[in-house]
């Protein structure tokens, strides 16, 4: 089947959908009718997350005694030059500073800390790991895996995901069991582990039970066909009503003109800013 005729789900697209249907439709689908490109907005937590994930992931292509001869720290100052300013969302050298800090503190606490990213890990050979979820009901599954640690022992791999937000996981999340059907379908070493590294606070990730296979592919496929509903019907209705909620209302500022528009990324996309007391509001969990 064409892949590009797919509904490509995501975690941060499903996210999305069972948070606020509308805040899917704005992020996902919506496209500006002056020039047809999709919006995005970009916050300092996002930017924050961005370098420091950058940072990290670059780690697991270098051999293993190679990984921590350049300070991480200097990596960074090269991630963080792309987020800078306006760029990153940030309205003023304070709140900049301040966000730089923390992705200084996390990397510092890495390096001193570096456990399991001493050891050997696997890289997918695709720029963003895919596959067909469900080929008869045209659903491509994808999603970038920060860490694929691997086990010499029984040739294995442990799913690492690095957390730069606040907040923990949400208990009904489905990252973890996104992540387990990827890792599965998209490389040929056996999962047997997973795990959260919140850097900002803790010196080891923590271990999470793996979910069941095929329960993962069952709740995954079953928010993905009502995902396909609403695209067919074009039904994308906030739950709270015509208020809005604090997914879906950024979005509608930059529909409605109350937004700064600061360029086009890679993938095309208008990428906007908001006042800085309103980025401020916007849930930080957008950056896990």
């Excluded at 739950?239 to 509608?252: A, D, I, L, N, T």
């Amino acid at each position: 089947m064409d892949t590009l005729s797919a509904i490509w789900l995501s975690h941060s697209s499903i996210s999305d959908f069972k948070s606020c249907p509308r805040a899917y439709y704005l992020k996902n689908i919506y496209r500006d009718p002056r020039n047809n490109h999709k919006i995005s907005l970009i916050t300092p937590a996002l930017s924050l997350g961005s370098a420091v994930h950058e940072v990290l992931e670059s780690l697991s292509i270098l051999p293993t005694t190679e990984r921590f001869k350049t300070s991480l720290i200097d990596r960074f100052q090269t991630a963080w030059v792309k987020v800078t300013g306006k760029s990153g969302g940030f309205e003023n050298k304070e709140t900049e500073r301040h966000y730089k800090q923390r992705g200084e503190e996390m990397l510092r606490r890495v390096m001193a800390h570096p456990g399991i990213l001493q050891e050997k890990a696997i890289k997918i050979k695709m720029d963003i790991p895919k596959y067909w979820l469900s080929e008869s009901d045209n659903l491509m599954l994808c999603g970038k895996l920060d860490w694929l640690a691997y086990n010499e022992v029984d040739d294995s791999v442990k799913v690492i995901d690095f957390k730069t937000g606040l907040a923990e996981e949400a208990p009904d999340s489905l990252q973890l069991p996104i992540y387990y059907l990827l890792a599965h379908n998209c490389q040929t070493k056996k999962v047997k582990g997973a795990a959260y590294w919140y850097i900002s606070r803790d010196d080891t990730p923590k271990n999470l039970p793996l979910p069941d296979l095929d329960l993962a592919y069952n709740i995954v496929l079953k928010i993905g066909k009502e995902i396909k509903l609403a695209r067919a019907l074009n039904r994308f209705k906030c739950p709270k009503g015509e208020r809005g909620c604090k997914h879906c209302s950024p979005y509608e500022k930059i529909i409605q003109g109350e937004a700064t528009f600061i360029g086009t990324d890679d993938y095309n996309r208008d990428i906007y800013i908001l006042k800085n007391s309103q980025n401020n509001n916007l849930p930080e969990s957008e950056i896990l």
